[in-house]
C-alpha cells in the first residue's frame, strides 16, 4: 500500500508560469507597463493558488494559520472566537466607571481597549506557541521555518512575521529520510527515503513539501508529546 499524495502537477507547472512572469515584470520599462506586467503576474499566481491553496507544496512558503493547521489546531480567527467573552470582560474592567462625553467616545474606547487586549492577552501568546510547536514538529524532521523579513516600518510597529520560508537544516534529502521513518512509523510503506522519492516522481525537496501532513503522526509513533498538546502547554 502505497500512500504518498503527489503535488497537483498544474499548480506547480503555473507557478512556474507566475515567477517567469514576475521576472520579466520587474524587467519592464516604464511605470506603466511595470504595474501591469505585475497584475498579470498576480494573476498567475492567483490561479494556482485556487488550484491548490495549500501553497507552500510550490512556494515553499507557509504562513502561521497554515503552520497552526499542519500541528493539529484551529486558524487564529477561530481561536479569537474562543476568546471573545475573555477579551470583552478585560477590555470592561479597563475601560471601567470612567466618564465619557458621549456614548460614542465610550464605544470608542471599549473597542480600543478590545484590540489591546487580544493583541497582548490572545494573539501574541497564540502566535508564539504556534511559532513553538511548529519548530518542534518542523526540526524534528530536519526542517527549519525561516521567517519572511520585515519592514523597517512593521519592525517598529511590533509586526511578526506571517509566512515562512521552509528549508531543510542539512539537506532535502535527509529531511526526506525523517519523514520517510515517520511514515514507516504509521505503517511500513517505504524502505528508504530513496525509494519514497523515486515512488512520488519529483525531487527530494517536492517530495518533502508535498508531504508535510505526515510530520503530525510522528508522537504517535514515538510515544511523545503531540504538537497539539506542545502549542496548549505554551499557552
Not at 86 to 107: C, K, M, N, P, T
Not at 152 to 178: C, H, M
Request: charge should be negative; glycine fraction near 6%; charged fraction near 30%.
Amino acid at each position: 500500500m502505497r500512500v504518498a499524495r503527489r503535488n497537483p502537477p498544474r499548480a506547480r507547472d503555473v507557478y512556474a508560469i507566475y515567477l517567469d512572469a514576475k521576472k520579466q515584470a520587474h524587467m519592464a520599462r516604464g511605470k506603466g507597463a511595470k504595474k501591469e506586467k505585475l497584475q498579470q503576474a498576480q494573476a498567475i499566481l492567483d490561479e494556482a493558488r485556487s488550484i491548490d491553496p495549500e501553497e507552500w507544496r510550490y512556494t515553499g512558503l507557509i504562513t502561521i494559520d497554515q503552520l497552526a493547521t499542519l500541528i493539529g489546531t484551529t486558524e487564529y480567527a477561530d481561536y479569537a472566537d474562543s476568546q471573545w467573552d475573555y477579551i470583552h470582560e478585560l477590555a470592561l474592567d479597563r475601560v471601567g466607571a470612567e466618564d465619557f462625553a458621549s456614548e460614542d467616545a465610550r464605544d470608542e474606547a471599549l473597542a480600543e481597549a478590545q484590540g489591546d487586549i487580544e493583541n497582548e492577552y490572545v494573539f501574541r501568546p497564540w502566535y508564539n506557541a504556534i511559532e513553538f510547536a511548529a519548530e518542534r514538529m518542523f526540526g524534528e524532521h530536519q526542517l527549519t521555518l525561516v521567517p519572511e523579513r520585515l519592514t523597517k516600518k512593521l519592525q517598529n510597529a511590533g509586526a511578526l512575521p506571517y509566512r515562512f520560508k521552509i528549508e531543510p537544516q542539512n539537506t532535502w534529502v535527509s529531511a526526506a529520510d525523517s519523514i520517510t521513518n515517520t511514515m514507516n512509523g504509521v505503517g511500513s510503506y517505504y524502505p528508504s527515503a530513496a525509494a519514497f522519492i523515486e515512488d512520488v516522481g519529483c525531487t527530494p525537496r517536492d517530495a518533502v513539501l508535498d508531504h508535510l501532513h505526515w510530520m503530525r503522526r510522528r508522537p504517535d509513533v514515538y510515544g511523545t508529546t503531540s504538537y497539539e498538546q506542545t502549542f496548549r502547554n505554551q499557552l
